[in-house]
């Protein structure tokens, strides 16, 4: 099994100071909607958990396009 998303980082090389920031603001952007979905479109957790997988799998393609 592959490591969380947040955990794998693209060889240094090929990141920009401006993707790293980029991608720090994405994640607190998709921390920011998961708890909007839980807390107030009381979203179940199971639907939470599908869109942190989701978005783990999309930032993984991110950093291995870089």
């Given at each position: 099994?592959?490591?969380p998303?947040?955990?794998?980082?693209?060889?240094?090389?090929?990141?920009t100071?401006?993707?790293?920031?980029?991608?720090e603001?994405?994640?607190?952007a998709?921390?920011?909607?998961?708890?909007?979905?839980e807390?107030?479109?009381?979203?179940?957790?199971?639907?939470?958990?599908?869109?942190?997988?989701?978005?783990?799998?999309?930032?993984?393609?991110?950093?291995?396009?870089?």
């Amino acid at each position: 099994m592959r490591p969380p998303a947040e955990t794998l980082e693209a060889a240094p090389s090929f990141v920009t100071e401006d993707d790293r920031v980029f991608l720090e603001r994405l994640d607190e952007a998709q921390r920011r909607f998961r708890d909007h979905a839980e807390y107030v479109l009381n979203h179940s957790r199971a639907t939470i958990k599908t869109y942190k997988i989701s978005y783990d799998v999309f930032r993984r393609f991110l950093l291995d396009r870089a």
